[in-house]
Each structure stands twice: as structure tokens, then as C-alpha cells.
């Protein structure tokens, strides 16, 4: 059974992905924060966490960006406010199990678990997200509505969110506790807390842009002091409109530009590390230190980068942005490595013996990426 119950994981990705959304009932069984709305507020007030409180309703709304203060949570109103938290996984590893039955889809095109916390009629207003999002219902009740006519363009002035202004209700659903809604990018939506103690997580797809793609690509390529191959028009033919920009050169321009993608060899590498590297600079992990079984020796964080890919004489490995070379013969070794975030103890001894998997297994804790359970 897949986490869409009777809809495999394929039919999910032929059927709806990027196109359509999903309610499934009763996916998720007890769903038990790591921790208490306090410790999730404590966390907006002493980290570099990224979180904010969204007050409001209707056509009123204000944000409070982290770092927050005390005075903050003491002078939100009872009810109609919300607090959120991205990159919630950081802090929390363990939160990797809620992540774990999408990871049908590949590690890279996740971005974060975001939660959020709310009373009574919290929301974040009627909005669209440019990515794809699985909104999991962890505790209490949110009502969701959807409008997929809605126009994204069309939002509360005076606003720094952006909160849609005409919102037409098309279809809508009470998520319960262990309930999810998959939503595509751009599809209207507008959630809100149904009584007091609504927790919602988040896993945030992302897709990058061909204008983010390229500018990491320039970036790397400037680094390495490459593309400084120059337009070249040998033997070109004579003009007799001295001002016109003619086809062929039009033509020449673009080739020279698209050959600029052509070293195999650097794209590889400059993908892999801009698919795993860090977000925002934030680098502060934090370990898994509770809910884990006795018989786990190691644990990774979730929100470690890990991605590899495979050429003829090798493996390249990407840790949070950086490439490593590995022998063919340490493929098992990652595929088991990137998998999973804990590493029994049993399992491991097995491992160990292979020295493929002992030298891969010695640099991601070198990279501090696999840590030791500490009792
Ligand atoms: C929320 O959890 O309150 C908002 C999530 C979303 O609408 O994307
Ligand atoms: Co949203």
C-alpha cells in the first residue's frame, strides 16, 4: 500500500502531480510533535529560524518575521493568528518519518517541512505557492478551500504578504489528524484553524528556475575562469544592410550560448552541488537525540544534502555542495547511505566490514553528516 492508499505511487505521479489535487483520509497514525508550542515559539525567539506569526483575517493581516520576542506571543490576539516554521526538520530530525513516504520523489526536489501552529481561525489568508506542497494534518482540524480560478496577480494592496483579494470557493474539505491534501503549484488555497491546537506540516517541493539555473551555472563557470570561448564569424559572408542583425548571426549567438551548457563533465559537477547545497547558508543541524530505538548507533539529519550519480569510471558524490570522487564499488554503499537517516547498530557491524562502505561511511562523519547516537 503506498501513502495514497489504493492509488500507487505512479498513478499519484501520472494522475495528479503537478497537475491536480488529492485528499487522502487517515494516511498518517498519531502524528506526536517532537514538541510542546512553546518550544516551537522559544525557537522563533533564540535561533536563526525561519518563522513568522500571521495575524488576521479577512482582508486584515499583519506578520511578525523571527527573530521574535516574548512581547510578540504576549500580545497576539486569542485566536486568528498562526505561527510558522520552516526547515522545521533541522532542529527536529525525527521529523524525517513524515518526509519519508514521498521520497518516491527524489531527495533534490524537496526544499523544507514547514509547520505551523494555530488557534481558533488561524490562517495565512487565500494564497497560491509556486511549488508543490503536502499539507499534513498533524493535530486538531483545518478546513481547507480551494479555488482554482482564482488569479494570482490579484492581491491585497498595503499587504506585505500575498494574500489573494477575490477568492471563490470551488471545493472544500475538514483535514483531520493523520489526513493530507496534495496540492500543484499556483493552485489557490486558504486553510484555516478549525478550534484551538491546529498543527499543520508542510513538505515544500522545489523547482528551480531556468533564471536560477543559469545564474548558478555562470557563477560556477566564472569561478572555474570558463566560457571565455568568443563569437567567431570567419569567412563570413558580405552585408548590405550595414545595420541589420541578420538570421545567421542571430542563429551563431544562440549556438555559442547553448554550446555554453555542452562540458559534460562541469555540469555534472556544478549540478550536483547546487542540487545539495545548503539553503540560505544555514548550516547549524541539529542532532537527533530522543525517539530514537536502542538499537540505533548513528542517525543523519534529514536536512543534510546528500546526492550521487553515477559515470563510467566512478561515482561522483555530492555532500551539502560538495563533490567527491568513489570507486564504482562504493555504489551500494551510498544508495544505502542516502537512503536512510538512522543506522542500526547490527546493520552497521555488517557494513562496516566492507572498506568501500567503511571509507564513505568515515567521510560523511568527517562532514559531520552521520552522527553517533549519544546515550
Ligand atoms: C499553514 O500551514 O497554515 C499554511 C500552509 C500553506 O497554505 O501553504
Ligand atoms: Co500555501
Redesign the pocket.
Known sequence: MSIFGAISEQQFLDEYWQQKPLLIRQAFSNITPPFSPEELAGLCCDTDVAGRIVIGKDKHWQVLNAPLTEQDFLETPETHWTLLVNDIERYYPQLGEIIKPFRFIPDWRIDDLMVSYAPEGGS?GP?T?EYD?FLIQGQGQRHWQLDPDADSQCCLSDCELSILDNFNVQKEWTLEAGDFLYLPPNLA?YGVAQGDGCMTFSIGFRAPSQYELLNSWLDHSAEKKRLTQRYNDQKRPTVTHSGEINSSDIEGIKTLMRTALDDDQQFITWLGKYLTEAKNDQQTLYSHTDHVDDDIAFTRNPAHRLAWLEQEDGLLIFINGEANHAPLESKAAIEYLCQHYEFPADILEEKLCDSHFKDLFAQLMDYGVVEVVED
Open positions: 495565512v494564497h505557492d506542497v488555497h
